[in-house]
């Protein structure tokens, strides 16, 4: 069961790059997050290169994680988390945060979040998306919000007509097929994570490394994001 479950690259170090080389040509982009610092957590590393690199980064935060802890003790802790995703975002160069205000905790509980994906989407064109991978999901965290982001982000992808299908990258896999290199972005993205107090104190950056450098180590980079590409 375990070996099932265990996180494993299916493809060659070498091709892992290339994939997440061409994640990184993309020129419009649109990431899909189901709470605030899920992105940044995930692939913080990742969003900055593409800015750094001159695309358009948009992203989606499905709900402002109004369930979540509240370390701060904020009294209003959807304001409070909204304004800790805007300085991250700003930090990491995203071109627009789109909020859609779901609730925490049911953010694919009805039609909302699938017209809403579509309103963005379609006036947006993007060539790459990256979301949660809702199939191969990879443990230890599951969040119904985070594999119901991914699952409605794919259904809508599989919707489209082949040829006119962005390429789609999944994070949190089991399943990585892409790497990209984050070691220029570390301290940006840790930074931007750091922004996220009510959750984490501004802590999170120094324990997310410790996972971006497993990942660096198994393609021979010093820290990664990985991906399971599937176009
Ligand atoms: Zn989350």
């Known amino acids: 069961m375990w070996v099932f479950f265990r996180t494993q690259l299916t493809v060659s170090p070498e091709k892992a790059l290339a994939n997440g080389r061409h994640l990184l040509r ?11 610092d899920d ?5 913080g590393g990742t969003l900055r290169r593409l800015s750094d690199e001159g695309a358009r980064v948009h992203v989606i935060v499905a709900s402002f994680g109004e369930k979540g802890p509240n370390l701060t003790h904020a009294g209003n802790l959807a304001e409070t988390r909204e304004l800790e995703q805007l300085r991250a975002a700003r930090i990491n160069g995203y071109a627009q945060v789109h909020f859609f205000g779901l609730p925490d905790k049911g953010v694919v509980d009805g039609p909302a979040m699938r017209q809403k994906l579509t309103q963005v989407w379609q006036s947006l064109n993007p060539d790459i998306v990256l979301t949660f991978d809702p199939v191969l999901w990879s443990l230890p965290y599951l969040h119904p919000d985070h594999q119901g982001s991914g699952r409605t982000v794919y259904e809508y992808w599989r919707s489209m007509r082949r040829e006119s299908r962005p390429s789609l990258f999944f994070w949190q896999s089991r ?57």
Do not use: C
């Not at 982009?29 to 605030?36: D, G, Q, R």
């Not at 992105?39 to 692939?43: G, Q, S």
């Open 175 to 231: 399943r990585p097929n892409a790497v990209v290199d984050i070691s220029d972005t570390l301290t940006t993205k840790e930074r931007a994570l750091n922004q996220h107090f009510t959750q984490n104190l501004g802590r999170a950056g120094a324990r997310n490394a410790a996972i971006s450098s497993q990942v660096g180590h198994q393609v021979g980079i010093g820290y990664g994001e990985s991906f399971r590409r599937l176009q």
């Open 39 to 43: 992105l940044e957590w995930y692939v």
């Open 26 to 36: 993309g020129r419009t982009v649109l990431a899909v997050a189901a709470h605030p």
